[in-house]
């Protein structure tokens, strides 16, 4: 079974090891885990809402 892969140069998904637009190397797109206890989510929360008040969304 093939997993997901991410290029950071493009910001392309590709199920191969290499990128089919720039021939860059990709790598695993493997979300956070889940934990009650995150210690990062306030943060996370802030940087989100900063973007949406930048971009007027918020």
């Known amino acids: ?3 997901i892969n991410f290029c950071q140069k493009c ?3 590709t199920m191969k090891k290499e ?3 720039c021939g860059n190397k990709t ?3 493997i979300p956070p885990r889940y ?3 995150d210690r990062n989510a306030k943060y996370r ?3 989100k809402k900063d973007i ?3 971009s007027g969304l918020l």
Do not use: A, F, T
Request: proline share 5%; aromatic share 4%; hydrophobic share 20%.
């Open 27 to 29: 790598v695993r797109n």
């Open 11 to 13: 910001e392309d998904y």
């Open 52 to 54: 949406l008040k930048k």
């Open 35 to 37: 934990s009650p206890e």
């Open 1 to 3: 079974m093939s997993k």
């Open 19 to 21: 990128c089919s637009k």
């Open 45 to 47: 929360r802030k940087i």
